[in-house]
């Protein structure tokens, strides 16, 4: 960077922009990101500034966002709040920098062109206040011009130079310590050097290698690691789920961790110390000042820059990594909360206990609590026959059309219970019984919402109307937990937890208003997750229902208390209501636009009633007829297909896996075994399939198809069915690997399982839990099978759920 010069007084605004500037600079990155034009980020900004939500934008403005779907706008979403702190941060700097009258049009320049904060801490650094170096004792005590010297004529010795520096009084002792003040002078100046520090990040990036060790005396406490005790890797090429573990390895105790350069390089001088030497026109060529000058350039390289970059660099690795382990949580979770209900029927939920009893709960249609017991057929009571009476009986008198059976410890015990019961019920009237993931219900039970709904109900019972709730429809039920708490990512734990929450909240958000809800039956934990309603409002919403009965009409959304016009219009679309006033309000169609559907209801001759759901009525119609000012192609065309079929659900059919008899334990395993099986998780590496024996196994994303899978969330989502065929069983560390290919070479697959390193892609269970780590109800392993320790394995194996519920939740605790 070039000394400082021609300052200019309007350097800093010319740097930062005007805020049309700045915006049109934002609009035009994330265009090229997301593949839009800069329009349509545009107008897309001025809603979300104006307090549109997501969801609304991209159902009900398509014409303004030129049809980007929620994908798009999230990632807008997203990339708006960084833009805008990177443009916060750089008029920040900028500022900074011009009130030390240190801001050169070079510099404007270069902080105009920094697209990433790494970038514009580089510019920023030598500007930065700091706390007093060797460098600046250095400088105070006359030494730079004695640093300069040597830098800009190598013909000069040392020694000779820097003996006329030496002045007892201001601290320069001797020629050596003269010398040793150039060095710190020279060496902060190619540590602060942007363009050096940009040259040698690209160079680790693609030439550095993450190394871990052991730390001594850790090897037993950190078995769990041990894929990672000598382990390497090119940081380029470290995948998410390692990465985690490395860093998880670190924090513990158990490993050191650290970024090498050149590591195999044994040339005198590292490429990345001649970056520096080169940068500077630094080279032995025997002069009297080179050697002096090529140790420096080292130190510069191995006691500033290899650290500060080391940190810079890792820290990029691990955030990338969190990102990558959020998105994964988001799949996984969206998957979950889509998955398919299984119908507003009366439903009996189990929780299952050994020692502590089942617990039991009946729920109506509407999934209202109407009677609860606790039942003892196992160790120590042993009451098979009393048990079997008690479930017949809640079977008879609520006419039971759905049984849910919660996936925890003695779940195959309370599958068989259940399933002999059942024989004694006509087959006309049999309950359809299926395991449901049962992972966050006992963080519900005791939830301050599970005591409003349930106020003088036991917690445990809680539990089992939550796990039979859970059958009827999955997202009105997860809703009420916060997503973290579900646990279907990788090391969610590890990562930024308000990034996280943010991103789930978004998948939830995303969910619930794909698929709308009862404005007459929701709960609270519901409404709120609608487009538009705070949780002032969506309480507002309940207790004004509570005091005027049900709903007739959206309209009256309006008479809620603090519910404007803008809620009314983020909101209303959103909500269904059936067998209102209007029969619009049972569909998507939103209320702005009645006006419209009734045109094209006008159109078919017939009244609303007849066209609803008769598509065939519409056949002959021209969307195109129907635009206007207000209303473009996309909305008429999204208004027709909600008139044939109104009020659609996007989640799939009800459908639930088939488990093998006689397969409940792990140790019932054997290779070659085929199989039906729920995925439960998505990650990277691989997918994890429940058969049913308290663990979970996994199919590596090798074994996913007949062909090279770049990413098993292409292949596979939580909740899908899948056939699987055993390929190796680990009892006693608890491990089950699967193939989902048509044809297994056994033996070859074992060869090549024992082979496989971390570095090679084996799936890297070594690092800890990848979801929720910790007890289960009773304070014991979240394992179920046991407490081995995972690394991305979803925490304990679950036994086979309907699709409905087979999401990817993790199993290692509720």
């Not at 030129?66 to 443009?87: A, F």
């Not at 094209?600 to 635009?627: H, N, Q, W, Y």
């Not at 909305?635 to 409940?664: C, H, N």
Request: charged letters at 30%; glycine letters at 10%.
């Amino acid at each position: 960077m070039s000394e400082v010069s021609d300052l200019k007084p309007s350097a800093a605004k010319k740097s930062s922009g005007s805020a049309p500037e700045v915006a049109l600079r934002i609009a035009r990155r994330i265009a090229e990101e997301i593949a839009c034009r800069p329009d349509q980020v545009n107008a897309t900004v001025s809603m979300l500034d104006e307090g549109s939500t997501v969801p609304f934008i991209a159902r009900y403005r398509k014409e303004a966002t030129g049809g980007l779907d929620d994908t798009q706008l999230r990632k807008l979403e997203e990339r708006l709040i960084y833009l805008r702190e990177l443009e916060d941060r750089r008029g920040a700097i900028v500022k900074s920098i011009d009130e030390q009258g240190k801001l050169t049009d070079e510099l404007v320049k270069a902080l105009a062109l920094a697209d990433t904060k790494s970038v514009l801490e580089d510019l920023y650094l030598p500007f930065k206040k700091k706390r007093r170096t060797k460098a600046q004792i250095a400088r105070e005590a006359g030494l730079e011009p004695l640093s300069d010297l040597l830098l800009g004529d190598p013909m000069k010795s040392p020694e000779a130079e820097a003996a006329a520096f030496v002045d007892a009084e201001k601290g320069v002792a001797d020629v050596k310590a003269a010398l040793d003040g150039a060095r710190q002078i020279l060496m902060e100046r190619f540590a602060e050097n942007a363009g050096l520090v940009g040259q040698l990040r690209r160079y680790l990036n693609s030439k550095g290698v993450v190394t871990s060790k052991l730390i001594d005396g850790q090897a037993e406490k950190g078995s769990k690691f041990s894929d990672y005790f000598d382990y390497s890797e090119p940081l380029g090429k470290i995948p998410s789920h390692r990465a985690l573990a490395l860093f998880r390895g670190r924090n513990e105790g158990i490993l050191s961790v650290d970024l090498v350069a050149d590591a195999d390089d044994v040339s005198p001088i590292k490429p990345a110390e001649r970056l520096v030497a080169d940068t500077y026109g630094i080279e032995d060529r025997g002069r009297p000042g080179d050697k002096w000058l090529m140790d420096v350039a080292r130190w510069a390289w191995k006691v500033k820059l290899a650290l500060h970059l080391e940190l810079d660099l890792m820290g990029v690795l691990r955030d990338k990594a969190e990102e990558e382990a959020i998105q994964v949580f988001a799949r996984n979770l969206k998957d979950l909360l889509l998955a398919a209900p299984a119908g507003a029927k009366s439903t009996l939920g189990l929780d299952p206990g050994i020692r502590t009893g089942v617990k039991v709960a009946v729920v109506d249609d509407t999934g209202k609590l109407i009677d609860t017991a606790t039942i003892y057929p196992f160790q120590p009571r042993n009451d098979v026959a009393g048990s079997r009476a008690t479930l017949l009986a809640l079977i008879a008198k609520h006419k039971v059309g759905l049984i849910a059976i919660g996936n925890g410890t003695g779940s195959r015990e309370t599958d068989k219970l259940t399933g002999d019961a059942l024989n004694d019920v006509p087959a006309a009237s049999r309950p359809v019984k299926v395991i449901v993931n049962e992972a966050g219900a006992s963080v519900y039970s005791a939830s301050e919402l599970a005591a409003k709904e349930m106020p003088d109900v036991d917690v445990s019972l809680r539990g089992a109307a939550s796990i039979a709730r859970r059958l009827q429809d999955p997202l009105a039920e997860l809703v009420k937990i916060e997503p973290k708490s579900i646990g279907v990512g990788q090391y969610q734990h590890d990562v930024n937890q308000t990034k996280l929450a943010r991103a789930l909240d978004a998948v939830v958000e995303d969910a619930v208003n794909a698929v709308g809800v009862d404005l007459n039956t929701a709960s609270p934990a519901l409404l709120v997750r609608i487009s538009g309603l705070s949780d002032s409002l969506a309480r507002a919403v309940v207790e004004h229902r509570d005091s005027i009965g049900k709903f007739s009409s959206r309209k009256q959304l309006k008479d809620v208390p603090r519910l404007g016009a803008k809620a009314f219009e983020l909101c209303a679309g959103f909500l269904r209501i059936s067998d209102g006033e209007n029969h619009l309000d049972a569909s998507s169609v939103h209320p702005e636009a009645y006006p419209l559907a009734k045109r094209i209801v006008k159109a078919c001759g017939r009244d609303v009633r007849e066209i609803m759901g008769d598509s065939s009525l519409m056949g002959g119609l021209d969307p195109a007829e129907f635009t206007d000012e207000r209303f473009g192609l996309p909305t008429v065309k999204d208004i027709m297909s909600e008139l044939e079929k109104p009020g659609r659900d996007p989640r799939p059919e009800f459908k639930t896996a088939t488990l093998q008899d006689g397969i409940e334990e792990i140790s019932d395993l054997k290779p070659g075994m085929k199989l039906e099986g729920t995925v439960t998780n998505v990650t990277n590496f691989g997918a994890f399939v429940d058969v049913g024996v308290h663990q979970d196994g996994l199919v590596h994303v090798s074994q996913l198809a007949d062909k090279f899978v770049d990413d098993p969330h292409k292949i596979v989502k939580a909740g899908d069915i899948v056939k699987v065929t055993v390929l190796e069983v680990d009892v006693k560390r608890k491990r089950i690997s699967m193939t989902m290919k048509a044809a297994v070479d056994y033996e070859g697959q074992k060869e090549r399982s024992q082979e496989r390193g971390p570095a090679k892609g084996r799936d890297d269970r070594s690092g800890g839990r990848v979801n929720q780590a910790g007890g289960g109800r009773s304070g014991g392993s979240g394992n179920k099978g046991g407490n081995a320790p995972r690394g991305d394995n979803a925490g304990g194996g679950n036994n086979a759920m309907a699709a409905a519920l087979a999401a990817a939740m993790n199993k290692g605790r509720k």
